[in-house]
């Protein structure tokens, strides 16, 4: 009686039987290709529903040069205009849906309209510190006026002294605040002062 044929396969010209260790060994092999393309697949998805949320909080000059496909458009447009917790989550998971329709290109422009919102307010931010720092200088210290005026011969120096002296008399705190423990009462000059450094940062 002829012996029963093993069960197997080919691989590379290769027989491999069933059951034997080559087959463990490729078998596990292919299981672990399988589970790292499904991983890769899911923090892919992830990754784009993040890039669909953020989508919503573009300015709208940035979001208008993208030209994204009219669906995803308006998507993110009614994502903007949800306000219920469930309806919006529902939404977003649209919109991440959408955007995994978009090619390479399309993704890198996104992406770079992102990081330049993302850096105009990392600019917006420090030229508000800078101004910031500038009007406590001006107010506290003489030597701060001149420091100023070097810099920015071009303000008008009879309105900041005159803006300095007043808004270090605002904040003298009365003696009913003082015994309160309350802060110094910040006046109008202490806010003119903030905007005139502001404007002369800002025409650099």
């Known amino acids: 009686m002829p012996r029963k044929p093993k069960k197997g396969y080919f691989v590379r010209g ?3 039987a069933e059951g034997s260790e080559l087959d463990l060994q490729l078998k596990a092999e ?3 290709t399988e589970g790292s393309s499904k991983t890769d ?3 892919e998805s992830a990754e784009l529903q993040k890039l669909g ?3 919503i909080g ?3 000059d940035l979001f208008e040069r993208l030209a994204l496909p009219d669906t995803l458009a308006e998507a993110i447009g009614q994502a903007r205009r949800i306000t219920d917790f469930e309806g919006k989550r529902r939404q977003l998971q649209y919109v991440g849906k959408l955007m995994r329709k978009l090619d390479e290109d399309a993704l890198a422009a996104v992406r770079e309209a992102l990081e330049a ?3 105009g307010s990392a600019r917006d931010s420090l030229a508000l510190h800078q101004a910031e720092r500038w009007r406590d200088e001006l107010i506290g210290d003489d030597q701060a006026v001149q420091r100023w005026l070097a810099e920015y011969p071009a303000t008008d120096i009879q ?3 005159a803006l300095v002296r007043q808004a270090r008399k605002d904040s ?3 003696r009913a605040a003082a015994s309160q423990g309350l802060a110094p009462r910040q006046g109008r000059a202490y806010r003119e002062i903030f905007q005139i450094v502001k404007e002369h940062l800002q025409h650099e």
């Open 58 to 60: 573009l300015r709208a």
């Open 117 to 119: 919102q993302r850096l």
């Open 172 to 174: 003298q705190p009365d």
């Open 159 to 161: 309105q900041l002294r």
């Open 53 to 55: 949320e953020a989508l």
């Open 14 to 16: 290769q027989f491999v």
């Open 41 to 43: 697949l899911k923090r």
């Open 30 to 32: 292919l299981k672990q």
